[in-house]
């Protein structure tokens, strides 16, 4: 009887030691401009056998979309689950022009304000240290944080490090590199080591990603928030993959941008691979996307990143991917339309298994949607600032879009991909509900909100 407790005791103690799963690392890969269609699961024009395989082994949120869908306060908003209007980020930081910013792109002045915006509201031009990232959320529930790549959140007062991320690699102060291949910057360069080489950036970047994983020894978990200079303009891809597309009929700036996503795709299956040889493939989670649609063209999408439609489908819905081995189911496919703002409540949810309380969060974590389980409704909200048309708002399948000068247009999605049959003159009981809610969320969420 004695020898039966001690037994059972034992068997108790290993369950309890071995049974447990530790908690997942977590890996992000927040590609810059690239389009919802730019994938070769959509469009086999590009080569993504890497980013077709992850949307294999896990679910494809094919409606998600971004809440400010240009550069800076779509890095913001991922990085804080909140809407960017709300600290008032509306525009991307323009680090390279005007009396704000010094010729090194430190910012002299907190706001800036853009020569065309009809109604001239200033824009932050850094994301405020007040502002908690997932990376000190994440930090809270014992995880290792580096960030490796583009920031374009603020100078070197608040860069990645200062922010919640342990580790930094590769930032500075610019949107965007001056070239593909050495020097990468002009000046604040965080790679001019590589000056003299002929290696192409986002190789660079994703040795230094197989680099922190092939020689992680931390107890802790981490978490690698792996955002792409990649496929933003300069359109210069990697020349090997250029030389492969002109092969196949593609010319000029075309063959350039896809050579850009294959050198990302190939990226994604590296990093894939050392996870497996490391032996933590099982126990990491891995999310893609991108922060707006793409520079070139989105069909069947309409607009895009400098259309001057950018609320239009082509500019804010994107590639979406979350992969959570044993959890999501293969190969499955989400129409729940989400927006980026949903990935820091995830990781909270991730993280930690009992969901995220942060009250200044706007996104919902996406676990209920993964598991199978009800996900309450709800609206989802756009705003930016730059031209005409500035908001918009999503409720199921219909989105309302709102311009400055009065005009609305309202379109069915499911029915409409390509936002062609405006029924703004039709569905007059759908177009004056969104009407009233947009116009309750612009007095609730925007700075010194005027009515328009």
């Not at 530790?22 to 590609?31: A, G, Q, T, Y």
């Not at 395989?53 to 909140?82: E, H, K, W």
């Not at 908690?132 to 994440?138: G, I, P, S």
Request: aromatic residues 12%; hydrophobic residues 35%; neutral net charge.
């Amino acid at each position: 009887m004695k020898k039966s407790v001690i037994t059972i005791v034992l068997l108790m103690v290993l369950h309890f030691s071995f049974g447990q799963q530790k908690k997942p690392n977590v890996i992000l890969f927040f590609v810059d401009d690239l389009g919802w269609a730019d994938v070769g699961y959509r469009n086999p024009k590009f080569h993504t056998p890497n980013i077709d395989q992850l949307r294999q082994d896990g679910m494809d949120f094919n409606r998600a979309y971004v809440a400010t869908p240009t550069c800076s306060p779509s890095r913001a908003s991922i990085l804080t689950g909140m809407e960017p209007v709300r600290f008032q980020m509306v525009r991307h930081i323009d680090d390279r022009e005007g009396a704000d910013f010094d010729d090194k792109g430190n910012s002299i002045n907190d706001f800036s304000l853009w020569p065309t915006d009809p109604v001239q509201m200033p824009s932050i031009n850094m994301l405020p240290l007040k502002e908690v990232t997932y990376a000190e959320r994440l930090k809270e529930l014992g995880y290792y944080n580096f960030f490796l790549g583009k920031w374009h959140l603020g100078d070197a007062r608040y860069y990645p490090t200062k922010q919640g991320f342990d580790e930094e690699y590769g930032v500075c102060n610019y949107g965007h590199p001056k070239g593909y291949y050495p020097p990468f910057f002009k000046d604040v360069n965080p790679l001019a080591s590589f000056d003299n080489t002929d290696i192409y950036l986002e190789t660079v970047l994703a040795d230094k990603a197989l680099d922190f994983i092939s020689n992680y020894e931390n107890e802790k978990p981490f978490m690698l928030s792996y955002f792409h200079y990649d496929v933003h303009g300069p359109q210069i891809g990697r020349k090997d993959w250029v030389e492969q597309y002109k092969k196949e009929g593609l010319k000029g700036k075309d063959a350039e941008y896809a050579a850009m996503i294959s050198a990302v795709d190939e990226s994604v299956g590296r990093v894939r691979k050392a996870l497996i040889e490391k032996g933590i493939a099982d126990n990491t989670v891995i999310i893609f996307t991108s922060d707006q649609g793409g520079f070139f063209s989105n069909a069947p999408l309409s607009g895009g990143k400098t259309s001057g439609n950018t609320l239009g489908e082509g500019g804010a819905r994107v590639p979406f991917l979350l992969y959570y081995p044993g959890v999501t189911k293969a190969n499955t496919v989400s129409d729940i339309p989400i927006q980026t703002t949903d990935v820091f409540p995830t990781l909270i949810d991730i993280a930690s298994g009992k969901g995220c309380n942060d009250k200044q969060v706007n996104g919902k974590s996406l676990m209920p949607i993964v598991n199978g389980k009800k996900f309450k409704d709800r609206s989802l909200y756009f705003f930016r600032s730059y031209e005409d048309q500035y908001a918009a708002i999503m409720n199921g399948d219909w989105k309302l879009i709102k311009y400055h000068s009065g005009k609305f247009q309202l379109f069915n999605i499911k029915n409409d991909i390509s936002e062609k049959n405006d029924l703004i003159n039709t569905e007059l009981k759908m177009a004056e509900k969104l009407k009233k809610d947009l116009a309750k969320w612009e007095k609730e969420a925007v700075p010194n909100y005027k009515k328009a």
